[in-house]
């Protein structure tokens, strides 16, 4: 089963090669991964996706809580929350087919946020779903390159899942 961990951490250096040192020294697989600051600048979050059944969940939550920089592992798939990510994608469609991609992007929310000669580069926000068919349906269009984000979580007030 996949599982989404939200780490907060002392924003220090070495810190994210340990925690993702302690995943490869245990053969467990990131999916994604995405760091940031929180208010706090000497505080970061990760947001860690990774697979695994609930002996193996619980293991890398109990490994994680030794680390001396962490502060608090909490599995988000365990709670109410919601997720996102991210998607940058520069289109080159012909020039028949530029309107389609505009109506695409509207349709899922995306802008433009760069324009060329010959592309335009989209950005989409959603879950993993929604970044998965945008991607699906603008290839027959042309997709030059694309850059993904992880996946980013907060919980719903802290609600356990029913």
């Known amino acids: 089963m996949r599982h989404t961990i939200s780490v907060l951490v002392e924003n220090k250096f070495g810190v994210l090669s340990r925690i ?5 020294g245990r053969g467990y697989n990131i999916e994604s991964l995405t760091v940031g600051e929180t208010i706090d600048p000497q505080i970061s979050i990760m947001t860690i996706v990774t697979t ?3 002996q193996i969940i619980e293991q890398i939550t109990k490994q994680l809580n ?8 909490t599995d988000m798939t365990e709670l109410d929350h919601v997720e996102r990510e ?8 012909k020039q028949e087919d530029k309107a389609e991609v505009l109506r ?3 349709i899922f929310r995306g802008r433009i946020v760069d324009s060329g000669p010959t592309t335009y580069t989209l950005e989409i926000t959603g879950d993993e779903k929604k970044i998965e068919a945008f991607i699906e349906l603008v290839k027959p ?3 030059k ?3 993904r984000t992880g996946k980013v979580a907060i919980s ?7």
């Open 145 to 147: 390159e694309f850059a």
């Open 66 to 73: 030794k680390l001396i920089d962490v502060i608090k592992v």
């Open 156 to 162: 719903r007030e802290g609600v356990k899942k029913k």
């Open 141 to 143: 269009y042309g997709i």
């Open 104 to 106: 695409l992007a509207e």
């Open 52 to 54: 695994g059944d609930d």
């Open 20 to 24: 993702s040192g302690l995943f490869s």
């Open 86 to 93: 991210m998607v940058l994608v520069k289109v080159s469609p």
